[in-house]
T-cell receptor, first 113, second 114 residues
Framework: GDSVTQMEGPVTLSEEAFLTINCTYT??????LFWYVQYPGEGLQLLLK?????DKGSNKGFEATYRKETTSFHLEKGSVQVSDSAVYFC????????????FGSGTKLNVKP | GAGVSQSPSNKVTEKGKDVELRCDPI?????LYWYRQSLGQGLEFLIY????????KSGLPSDRFSAERTGGSVSTLTIQRTQQEDSAVYLC????????????FGPGTRLTVL
């Protein structure tokens, strides 16, 4: 069945460091891919998405490219800030039931000043 | 505007008791989802409502779990005869018409079964 696997955390970085959080997926067909973020004390919110192969989603300096050949959707940011400290979830919506979502287990990011 | 709200924020119950968790979606949102997040795990899809269509219940883990959505708005997730493995954070999300792939999440209800 469809599933998402993302790197375990926590990830601890210094401010202005480069961030990569790995995400790979298993799915039939052509799912849409998402990154959601949960800031401390808040609900999950959509960070970015990509709906077809080679699409790049971007928002708030974060980027992720839909790579069908490697079934990956890695999240990157060139220079993290303390305010980026949060839990990041990779997710997909199933091709044949786009209302059904599969989430990864989340990766906690701690950014130190 | 107001976001998705859930109540209670925390619920502690004894094994074997029934619990009801409530979700108020964003006004005008036609789609509503329930998820469960166990400690250290990702979000597990439970059930999905879309307008007046029959709900997708494929994620409900057992017949002790049920959900309803009255008037296309408020939803209640009911867990009967709770077990310790039901302890988790239960999240509700809603989506506006025509934008099914963007979900707005509530803060969740943390359920602890003793």
């Amino acid at each position: 069945g469809d599933s998402v696997t993302q790197m375990e955390g926590p990830v601890t970085l210094s401010e202005e460091a480069f961030l990569t959080i790995n995400c790979t997926y298993t799915a039939t067909g052509y799912p849409s891919l998402f990154w959601y973020v949960q800031y401390p004390g808040e609900g999950l919110q959509l960070l970015l998405k990509a709906t077809k192969a080679d699409d790049k989603g971007s928002n708030k300096g974060f980027e992720a490219t839909y790579r069908k050949e490697t079934t990956s959707f890695h999240l990157e940011k060139g220079s993290v800030q303390v305010s980026d400290s949060a839990v990041y979830f990779c997710a997909l919506s199933a091709t044949y039931n786009f209302n059904k979502f599969y989430f990864g287990s989340g990766t906690k990011l701690n950014v130190k000043p | 505007g107001a976001g998705v709200s859930q109540s209670p924020s925390n619920k502690v119950t004894e094994k074997g008791k029934d619990v009801e968790l409530r979700c108020d979606p964003i006004s005008g949102h036609t789609a509503l989802y329930w998820y469960r997040q166990s400690l250290g795990q990702g979000l597990e899809f439970l059930i999905y409502f879309q307008g007046n269509s029959a709900p997708d219940k494929s994620g409900l883990p057992s017949d002790r779990f049920s959900a309803e959505r009255t008037g296309g708005s408020v939803s209640t997730l009911t867990i009967q005869r709770t077990q310790q493995e039901d302890s988790a954070v239960y999240l509700c999300a809603s989506s506006p018409p025509g934008v099914a792939d963007t979900q707005y999440f509530g803060p969740g209800t943390r359920l602890t079964v003793l």
